[in-house]
């Protein structure tokens, strides 16, 4: 099937590819000029066909062409010369419109050479066959208002002349805005709608498929200059970026724009949506281009329509198939459709255009020498049977306004006569005489409703929003020529809801399955953030994933979002999530580790000192002070059991008891060393009685070096707990996805001086054993009190760097750590070695072996 429909529309286009650009002089020769009889007429100047000279360039001082021409049919704008033919065939049917009056129309072809068309226009003003400049030669029917268009190049050329004679001038082309208001040609009148909201139109279609890289092709001219100002203005503020902006000069009265030189930028170019601006004249030698490099990837934006018959070639595929057209929103006129189905040769044998046609497609016999057919045509042959590519039935935009102007014309003349405003009537009633100027006032005030419901104003400063409706142009295969409605643009509704469209009906270029996409950079996803390109457009950037603990949960983000302390991002770095709270509890495999290690030393230590207590009379019991023994075997059991405080949920009595309990313990156990250390030091520095060694050793004063150093470290801990107590606090930075509960210190200086205080006990209790390591003893401990100093200093000079480069719960432990290494170190060094002689070793703990050794020693030091 599709092969079929293939083969029938290459079959239908050959005739336009044969006769397009055939070599006929007719409508040249024959100067085409169309007339019907009225009391008025109305004149309508349009480019139905362009001649151009082969290998030649036009010069509009041509008064004749030679041989070697190509005629182009214009069949778009042969349409606007139908519908001004159908308005005004209604308009005369109409009784209450000009009673007693015909509409007449006088319709001239605008060729490219601008003097030629002055001259015509000459002859608008003094009657036909005279041209003569300021005289009226002729008394045929007066001369209303010229229809000119539809570019803006010859309503601006026209318009210098019309203006000069103050003859009223309606353009059916787009509206442009510096005419009217600037106030150039005041007999101009627009009968377009503005084209105020088309850039938020084209912007809005942007937003909608989400193209925010996009290049422009704006037609060089003081209405592109507008254009490209506000596409910049409503594109910036909505975050679409252009790629490249090029302008495309025309030449005025050619209606063709200069070549295309940069070819290669739209084929290298990352931007798949090209907007184009400008009039259907202005496009010609652009979309020739387009078509001839068969650039079928991209999705072209139009403002206006173009003639389909003018790009017609041997390819089956279209570059602009796909194309999505702002085209405004026309009403359909009732029985327009079967005006031009009826339109025919036989109808109208004077219309030497509609001759030449049947010629062309019809296979119709050829008189040339009368540019008429005489035979042989195709039975019943219509414009209808012309594929839709080569003739469009559809009334185009620039028809509706031919009909509206036409209507807007007739409006005025019936105003003018029931106003009875300055015209007098010659020959029975049945010709009105009126100056042209007369029709101003009646044009300026037209306001009417159409017979499709639409109001029409010619005043600019009253016109409203004009509605568009969006076109997808189907010419796949080449030859369907389809402009299929698929949205709409209404500037009249609520914000958010102007644009509709019907996805299930777009069909996009040739090539393309799915919606194209049209940026300059992929879409960051969540989790990550733009970083923008230095030098470039803010469309084009780098995606870069979040920082640490920060999110992003939409795409195309500027900057990531901050996680609250009491959460954390996940590892997408799209949501946070809440962080759980944790602490060093009993079920942590380090918490049972730890809380088993504790248990079992506090249970070696007492188990020592059941063994010192059983053993509480042996020498070694008593040699080495047995009460100070039994307080520091206490202490160091307490010391073992301090770090439980460590373990569990924190709570205020816990914090305040850590580090108190520590302290407190630890100065009991260290001045009870420094005491053992001083009683060895002074027994056996008593060299004579009486000596204040002998009183201080008898009054046991050692003894009370415990409850002063225990006392001194209660006030310690009284201060810091009335200036800065420790309290509860919570971590939430050192561990990922927890938020660690722990004790704070409260005031650092207060646990550093803690410290200090108990360094300067073990280094005194370090130097009063050094200094009794070599007193002659059998059980002499001071080598053991001091090397067990000096591991207890080694652990808490290492604990010191290790506190300050760890978080969390490791701070927790590595304390506790310290604790367990610090009180087992004092009591493997000083007690292990008696309880090894006390239990293994018996006999050497007995009064013989004591005076054998004493004797040993005595005879030593003798000799």
Known sequence: MLLAWIFISCFLQLPILMYSYRNTGCLVRMNYHLTGEGNVVIVGLFPAYAVYPLNKTIDWRMTKFNRDFTVEFKLRNYQCILAMMFAIEKINSNPYILPNTSLGFEVQNVCHGQRRTLVNLFGLFSGTGYALPNYRCSRESMSAAVLTGPSWAIIEYLGTLLDLYKFPQLSFGPFDTTLSEEGRFSSLYQVAPKDTYLTLGIVSLMLHFHWNWVGLFIIDDHIGAQILSDLRSELGKNGVCIAFVEMMLTIRGSFLTTPWKNQVQILESSANVIIIYGDTDSLLSLIVNIMQKLVTWKVWVLNSHWDHSTFDNYFLLDALHGALIFSHHNEEINNFTDFIQTANPY????????????????????????????????????????????????????????????????????????????????????????????????LKNTQLINHAGDQMVLDWKMKSQAEYDILNFWNFPKGLGINAKVGTFSPNVPEGQELSLSYHMIQWATGLTEIPQSVCSESCHPGFMKTHREGEAYCCFDCKQCPENEISNETDVEQCMKCPETHYANTEKTHCQHKNLTFLSYDDLLGKILSFISLGFSSLTAVVLGVFLKHRDTPIVKANNRHLSYILLITLTLCSLCPLLYIGHPSTVTCILQQNTFGLLFTVALSTVLAKTLTVLIAFKITAPGRMSSWLLIARAPNFIIPICTLLQVVLSGIWLATSPPFIDKDAHSEHGHIIILCNKGSAIAFYCILGYLGTLAIGSYLMAFLSRNLPDTFNEAKLLAFSML????VWVSFLPVYHSTKGKVIVAMEVL??????????????????????????????????????????????
């Open 347 to 442: 109808k109208y044998p004077q219309d030497i255009y509609l001759h030449v046609l049947w010629h062309s497609f019809f296979n119709c016999s050829f008189f040339g020498e009368d540019c008429k057919i005489v035979d042989n045509c195709l039975p019943n042959a219509s414009l209808e049977f012309l594929p839709g590519n080569i003739f469009d039935m559809a009334m185009s935009e620039e028809s509706y306004n031919v009909y509206n102007a036409v209507y807007a014309v007739a409006h005025s003349l019936h105003e003018m006569t029931l106003h009875q405003v300055q015209f007098q009537t010659l020959g029975k009633g049945k010709e009105m005489v009126f100056f042209p100027w007369q029709l101003h006032p009646f």
């Open 791 to 794: 591991v207890f200093c080694s």
């Open 818 to 863: 310290s604790i367990l290494a610090s009180s087992t170190s004092l009591l493997g060094i000083i007690f292990v070695p008696k309880c090894y002689i006390i239990l293994l070793r018996p006999e050497r703990n007995s009064l013989h072996h004591i005076r054998d050794k004493t004797y040993t020693t005595r005879k030593t030091l003798k000799t």
